[in-house]
């Protein structure tokens, strides 16, 4: 039983192997792999299965290129460039009769295999196993016959058990685990498609009403507008109103846009310490009013790639919900840091701060605690705009004490590097 015990082994390795790449794949969802790094893994697969094969006689290697033969040809379509590849590396072990069987065997197999991957990929999952499995014990019969060939005398029973059951187990276990895989990448990709239709057809219905309120009061004081014995006073009163009310319309359509259309419409270079100047100078009355005082601590430098825009929109919806949480005023800190690949900003604040149910919720489409006063739609712009961007935020809270908001962009290095000198000279 030496060579179904060897091919067992053999097996064995190759399965973790396979659930190794199947995990470090799935951890790395950005990670897909182009025809010609998997035509090398496929390769490096063949060639490590053949140089670990079990050769008792001179010119016969038992061994489990099968598998990646079978899957390759049939999953991938390249068939033909794996038993190129296959009659190459056991070339390299001698041009014995070994090597001639197996060139008989496999040209045409290349042929077949050529033939038979567009109909393959259009089978359901359960045929497309059953097929790779037939594929595994077809090539293990003809295996077996050719071996006998090569040396009428040796093994023949354990020969036969190992190429009849080890291949086609391998091959059915690595196809069902792949047609696994890819029915769970489908059935999250509709998952994801039916959230985002339902966020949409949710926001549809919320739009409406949120600038329905500011166009019916707009267009009350309109209407009051025409009493032509209204006062001065109260005139200019009402068209504040009217335009506050306007205001306040476009601030949600400009939000859903922003959310619509997350992708950014220019691709600058962001200086983010002229930026937030320029935010907390908008932001300022605001702040005066709830009796907010804003402490800056930017670093020298910082530049990334963005749309100012938007990134302007994104940090005015998070100091303004950081000055918000302070009614009764407070400090909000916002502080920059610069390393060699990422710029840092914290926004702080010293205001009610959140539970940890509401840190979960942040950022979900229409999640307010501010009942009238709020849209629920700032922090999901915030979250859209900083994935456009490459970025990422985390946040802490805790209630009573405050809130911190940290964002991490990558930074443009050629850019730092001038700067750097820059600000060296100065110095100097
Ligand atoms: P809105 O400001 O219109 O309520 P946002 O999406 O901007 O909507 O914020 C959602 C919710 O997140 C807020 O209602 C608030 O409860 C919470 N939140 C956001 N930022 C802060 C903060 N700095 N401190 C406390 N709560 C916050
Ligand atoms: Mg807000």
């Not at 033909?80 to 590396?89: D, H, M, Q, V």
């Not at 594929?135 to 058990?161: C, E, K």
């Not at 009310?245 to 922003?258: G, H, K, N, P």
């Amino acid at each position: 039983m030496e060579i179904t015990k060897h091919l067992f082994l053999n097996l064995s390795l190759f399965i973790i192997f396979v659930f190794i790449c199947l995990i470090f794949f799935d951890n790395c969802k950005k990670l897909t792999l182009s025809k010609s790094s998997l035509i090398i893994l496929f390769i490096a697969m063949l060639w490590l299965c053949i140089q670990f094969s079990y050769n008792p006689v001179p010119n016969a290697r038992y061994d489990l290129r099968i598998i990646p033969l079978v899957l390759g040809a049939l999953y991938i379509g390249i068939g033909p460039i794996l038993i190129a590849a296959t009659l190459f590396i056991r070339g390299l072990y001698g041009f014995d009769f070994g090597f001639l069987l197996t060139c008989i065997l496999y040209v045409p197999l290349a042929v077949i295999f050529w033939r038979l991957y567009p109909w393959f990929l259009k089978q359901v999952p359960a045929r497309r196993i059953f097929v790779t499995i037939c594929m595994g014990i077809v090539l293990g019969v003809l295996t077996v016959i050719g071996m006998g060939f090569a040396n009428p005398d040796a093994y023949w029973l354990d020969a036969w058990i190992a190429f009849l059951i080890i291949p086609s187990l391998g091959v059915g276990i690595i196809s069902y685990g792949i047609e696994f895989v890819h029915r769970n990448n489908e059935m999250q990709q509709q998952l994801i498609k039916a959230e985002k239709l339902k966020a949409v057809e949710q926001m549809g219905a919320a739009i409406s009403h949120e600038i329905r309120n500011p166009l019916t009061a707009a267009s009350g004081f309109v209407q009051l507008l025409q009493d032509d014995y209204l006062s001065r006073q109260k005139r200019k009163e009402y068209l504040m109103i009217v335009k506050d009310e306007l205001l306040s319309a476009e601030r949600v359509i400009q939000d859903y846009l922003t959310f619509a259309k997350p992708s950014l419409n220019a691709f600058e270079e962001l200086n983010v310490k002229s930026e937030l100047r320029q935010i907390i100078n908008i932001l300022l009355p605001l702040a005066n009013q709830n009796s907010v005082e804003i402490i800056t601590d930017f670093s020298v430098i910082g530049f990334i790639k963005g749309d100012g825009q938007k990134f302007r929109q994104c940090f005015v919806n998070v100091i303004k919900n950081a000055i918000e949480s302070m009614p009764n005023g407070g400090y909000l800190t916002i502080t920059t840091e610069f390393s060699k690949n990422y710029v840092t900003i914290s926004v702080k604040d010293t205001g009610i701060g959140m539970t940890m149910e509401q840190l979960e919720r942040l950022g979900e489409p229409f999640y307010s605690t501010k009942g009238k006063n709020g849209t629920g739609l700032g922090m999901m712009v915030v979250y859209s705009i900083a994935r456009a961007m490459d970025g990422s935020i985390w946040a802490e809270s805790e209630v009573g004490i405050g809130t911190t908001f940290y964002f991490k962009f990558p930074t443009i290095p050629s850019i730092a590097k001038n700067e750097v000198q820059k600000a060296n000279q100065q110095e100097n």
